[in-house]
């Protein structure tokens, strides 16, 4: 199975600040990439796929990038909405897998 | 609005089953796969499984975790996903989301997702 790691497991930031979260692969996974946002309580909201398209209605503040085995979901600046648990998931083969999420908190 | 709604969650004791549903609206439900992933409490994302849709030959693939466990159905006409679990494990205690998968190449990703079913597995 493919692993997914992802750092910081914790990122404590400022509205505002530029934020930078890496998740790399334990074998190359081509752009084959998304990244999720969770807030409390609510189900998972797709932000980025095949590593650097943005999904529709999602700010433009959110950027993806990478391919083989290292990528990283930026926010160019932090607004108070993304304070959240971001993960990334494989999709290159089966069994398809999650990192273990990076929660940005209020610094 | 594509919407997704989970039900059929609720407390079962260890070792036997439940089924969860899964009803979808807002899109043409046959024309896409249709994936599980369960999160236990505090803990992050886990995939489960999937159903292709019928064009793709309407096949499942599992985590290894579940398989051999739980069955992943589907029901065109009413637009419903099913997720039958059994032989449940205390381990087994998650909220399960349903969702959408995108066919993307080379695999699929989650586009749209439900509300989320909590299954308590404990005696």
């Known amino acids: 199975d493919i692993q997914m790691t992802q750092s910081p497991s914790t990122l404590s930031a400022s509205v505002g600040d530029r934020v930078t979260i890496t998740c790399r692969a334990s074998?190359?996974?081509?752009?084959?990439l998304a990244w999720y946002q969770q807030k409390p309580g609510k189900a998972p909201k797709l932000l980025i796929y095949?590593?650097?398209s943005l999904e529709s209605g999602v700010p433009s503040r959110f950027s993806g990038s990478g391919s083989g085995t290292e990528f990283t979901l930026t926010i160019s600046t932090l607004q108070p909405d993304d304070f959240a648990t971001y993960y990334c998931?494989?999709?290159?083969?089966?069994?398809?897998?999650f990192g273990r999420g990076t929660k940005v908190e209020i610094k | 609005e594509v919407q997704l709604v989970e039900s059929g969650g609720g407390l079962v004791q260890p070792g036997r089953s439940l089924r969860l549903a899964c009803t979808a609206s807002?899109?043409?439900?046959?024309?896409?796969?249709m994936s599980w992933v369960r999160q236990a409490p505090g803990k992050g994302l886990e995939w489960v499984g999937f159903?292709?849709?019928?064009?793709?030959?309407?096949?499942?693939e599992y985590a290894a975790s579940v398989k051999g466990r739980f069955t992943i159905s589907r029901d065109d006409s009413k637009s419903i996903a099913y997720l039958q679990m059994n032989s449940l494990k205390t381990e087994d205690t998650a909220v399960y989301y349903c969702?959408?998968?995108?066919?993307?190449?080379?695999?699929?990703?989650?586009?749209?997702w439900g509300q989320g079913s909590l299954v308590t597995v404990s005696s």
């Open positions: 969702s959408r998968a995108f066919y993307d190449t080379s695999g699929y990703y989650f586009d749209y």
């Open positions: 807002g899109f043409t439900f046959g024309d896409y796969a």
């Open positions: 159903i292709r849709s019928k064009v793709y030959g309407g096949t499942t």
């Open positions: 074998q190359s996974i081509s752009s084959w």
């Open positions: 095949k590593a650097s």
């Open positions: 998931q494989h999709y290159n083969s089966y069994p398809w897998t």
